[in-house]
């Protein structure tokens, strides 16, 4: 795999990105960004114009829409004020999105990103962590014969190995209102 292009944190561009392969934005880009590989926009990124890749993970702010051929993800404190257009799209707890966000086009099988955000400390966003080996659930015994005469006895269930949670950002919890019920603003203090 190609190394990604980085603009680094502090530095400033004026214009449209285009090209191929992938880009990993630390700094502020002023201009639309069109790449063929993914793009990663970081905690201290922020860009002014449209964005458009392949797969597309924010964690700074963008003003402008974002148009992913596979995916866009927003992790925890991005800020987007623009339209989300991509076959899968994910929104963090904590990410804020003013705009439109609509799933189109044909979604494929989830795949790495070759580009990551980073967190200011270097560790890089939406990386799991190794998760400790869960112990395999004990095996039911064999039961003991049942005696000729005897009612045989109800079938045991096996149990259910937990799930491992689903990978990627929370679902987003909207509240929602009975039908014909307007909400009410808190009073400020």
Known sequence: MAAAS???QGTSVRGNLRGAGSIE???R???DVQVDGDVAIGEDGAV????????????GQVAGDLTGSEAVMLERG?????DL??????IAEGARVRGSVRTEGEPTAPRRAAVVPTRRGGEAFGVAK????????????APAPAPAKAAA????AAPIAAADPPAGPPAPVVPALGKGVKGKKKAKR
């Open 25 to 27: 934005i630390r700094g």
């Open 85 to 90: 257009i991509a076959p899968r799209i994910g």
């Open 130 to 141: 190794p998760k400790p080996a869960m112990p395999a659930p004990p095996k039911p015994a």
């Open 153 to 156: 006895p109800a079938p045991v």
């Open 29 to 31: 880009v002023e201009g």
């Open 48 to 59: 002014n114009g449209n964005v458009n890749g392949a797969q597309i993970l924010v964690a």
């Open 78 to 82: 991005a800020r987007v004020v623009g």
């Open 6 to 8: 980085i603009i680094g």
